[in-house]
């Protein structure tokens, strides 16, 4: 038998574990590990920064269903990816950070780029470990991908040093390890099954909140069956969007505020209440709301609110043990009930707020103006991407989901500048979808050097940049010898004009009348292109019952 060296080693494991795709920089140590990665038949995407490599990893990971790899330089490198790492381990996302880092032999002495990297990653990780003998690689690589996929998914570092990497092993010294499967289906206790049916029964206002766990555990097919043998109305999270599709009759997105606050009892499935959900209290939620809880992470159960009722297992397996059980019932919640009526009122009011905004011609042109030709436009299939303060917010109700694991945006983490990173791992991972990104301009700037990669990799994302010149609102152009105000971006920066330098397609629009075509050209055109359009500083959301982030 031969020698391997750590970096093909490393590759050959990766593969085994179902890792196809690897994002991130080379440079010192680790350009042999991009190398070998190619050499074992992953895609190795090179990025431009490490904290967009290490959002595309994790978003390839929930799109995949299994964890991706991002790979960086030691020191500076491995923390630019720190930014990725927390954000995978908050959206319960799987990743795989591989930081390269200096020899083993001179650690301590103050090497080059040394520096603390598995205690640095370890708060932001699920597992994380420093390899330390070349034999044990495939040891290393299985415990980090099994910790990233099985339970609740998140992230796992492993530290790769400089003289591992290069060093040669005997192949018959090496550890095999075995391919971790697919994650186990647990199932929930059968008399909880039965308890959480019954509560149901038993509400007069329920509501069902389906999360992006359920996305994960790609429960689509079950929780449909689940719903439309109910009658349940339901809401989905941010990015629980597309697990039913949003134009289901039984949703009630359009009348969210109502909904959580005046439910008697929620069922909350692969979700937490946490602040997207207001944590599920007052004034948001009725003080003594019920709960049915399921969530795959036993130390959910329970967190700010009690539950009733904990159906503790996977999302697609609980879910189909409660349509098994129903079979033995004849309850569905009634189609006429006043929870309905108040239900389908507020939704309507609330869509008759906007319309105005819809409509409004005016130049330069409000959001929902804007989302109005948006909408219009975009693919069936495509998978979008929203990121942004107004951008983001308004285009969750603007744009309807109707596939599961379709919408990524800045999540449980409310991170900017993932956008990019999240729409090359769509491009690379769904060659054949349509790949969107709506984002504010501020959202673009964090990583708008990622569409030198889209170029060279020809991804074919397609990129409309809302563009108010500021974070959250601007002003507009600033007169001469203004301070600029803390939030002020460049207003009518030409956003577009980047991308067409570097080879891809720009276009700019004022007036909205131009709007349509300007997308439609950008999506005829075969490689990325970014439409840039101007939106008045001050357009905002309709008037909100409560303001940002209360309690
Ligand atoms: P959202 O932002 O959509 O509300 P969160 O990220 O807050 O979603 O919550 C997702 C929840 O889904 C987490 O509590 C996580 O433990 C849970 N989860 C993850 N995987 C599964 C699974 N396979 N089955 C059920 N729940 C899951
Ligand atoms: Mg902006």
């Not at 954000?87 to 103050?110: D, E, F, R, T």
């Not at 998978?383 to 945006?409: F, K, S, Y």
Request: net charge negative; with cysteine; aromatic share 8%.
């Amino acid at each position: 038998m031969g020698k391997i060296d750590g970096a093909t080693l490393m590759a050959r494991s990766l593969k085994q574990q179902g890792v196809d795709t690897m994002f991130g920089i080379v440079g010192f140590p680790v350009i042999g590990v991009a190398a070998a990665a190619q050499q074992a038949g992953i895609t190795y995407i090179g990025m431009r920064n490490e904290q967009s490599a290490s959002y595309a990893a994790q978003a390839a990971g929930y799109l995949t269903g299994r964890p991706q790899a991002c790979l960086t330089v030691s020191g500076p490198g491995v923390i630019h990816a720190l930014a990725g790492l927390a954000n995978a381990q908050q959206n319960c996302w799987p990743m795989l950070l591989i930081g390269g880092a200096s020899p083993v032999y001179q650690n301590g002495m103050g090497g080059f780029q040394e520096e603390r990297q598995v205690q640095l990653a370890a708060p932001y990780c699920k597992y994380a470990h420093a390899i330390e003998h070349r034999a044990r690689i495939p040891y290393y690589v299985e415990q980090a991908v099994r910790h990233a996929k099985f339970g609740r998914p998140g992230a796992a570092y492993l530290d790769f040093p400089d003289d591992i990497i290069r060093g040669e092993v005997d192949e018959e010294k090496i550890r095999p390890a075995a391919t971790v499967g697919e994650p186990p289906r647990s199932l929930a206790d059968p008399d909880a099954v039965e308890a959480a049916l019954s509560a149901l029964e038993s509400a007069e206002r329920p509501l069902v909140i389906v999360g992006k766990g359920m996305g994960w555990s790609r429960a689509e097919d079950e929780v449909r069956a689940f719903i439309e043998r109910t009658q349940l109305p339901f809401l989905a999270s941010p990015m629980g969007k597309g697990v039913l599709p949003d134009d289901n009759p039984l949703s009630v997105g359009a009348a969210r505020s109502t909904a959580l606050r005046e439910a008697d009892l929620v069922f909350l499935m692969g979700a937490r209440l946490n602040w997207i959900l207001h944590f599920g209290l007052p004034p948001r939620f009725k003080p003594d709301v019920r709960l049915v809880q399921l969530d795959v992470s036993a130390e959910e159960i329970g967190a700010n609110v009690p539950a009733e009722v904990a159906l503790l297992g996977d999302g697609k397996a609980v879910v189909g043990q409660l349509n098994s059980a129903l079979a033995q019932r004849q309850w569905f919640y009634p189609a006429e009930t006043p929870w309905r009526s108040l239900l389908r009122e507020k939704a309507q009011a609330n869509l008759d707020a906007v319309q105005p905004m819809i409509e409004d011609d005016s130049n330069p042109m409000n959001y929902y103006r804007a989302y109005r030709d948006i909408e219009a436009w975009l693919p069936e299939d495509a998978i979008v991407i929203g990121e942004g303060a107004n951008t983001m917010d308004i285009g969750r109700t603007q744009m309807a989901n109707r596939q599961p694991r379709h919408r990524l945006d800045a999540g449980t983490y409310g991170t900017m500048g993932v956008g990019l990173g999240f729409a090359v791992a769509a491009a690379v991972t769904n060659p054949d979808k349509p790949v969107v990104s709506v984002q504010g301009d501020s959202a673009f700037g964090f990583s708008g050097m990622e569409i030198e990669t889209m170029v060279r990799y020809k991804l074919p994302v397609k990129m409309v940049v809302l563009n108010n010149g500021g974070i959250g609102g601007g002003v507009g152009p600033l007169k001469e010898g203004r301070k600029v105000p803390p939030p002020i971006l460049t207003y009518g920066a030409r956003y577009e004009g980047m991308l067409a330098a570097l080879g891809g397609k720009g276009l700019y629009v004022e007036d909205p009348a131009d709007l349509r075509s300007a997308l439609d050209e950008a999506m005829a055109f075969d490689g990325p292109a970014l439409v840039n359009v101007l939106i008045h500083p001050q357009a905002g959301r309709k008037p909100q019952q409560f303001g940002w982030l209360t309690t």
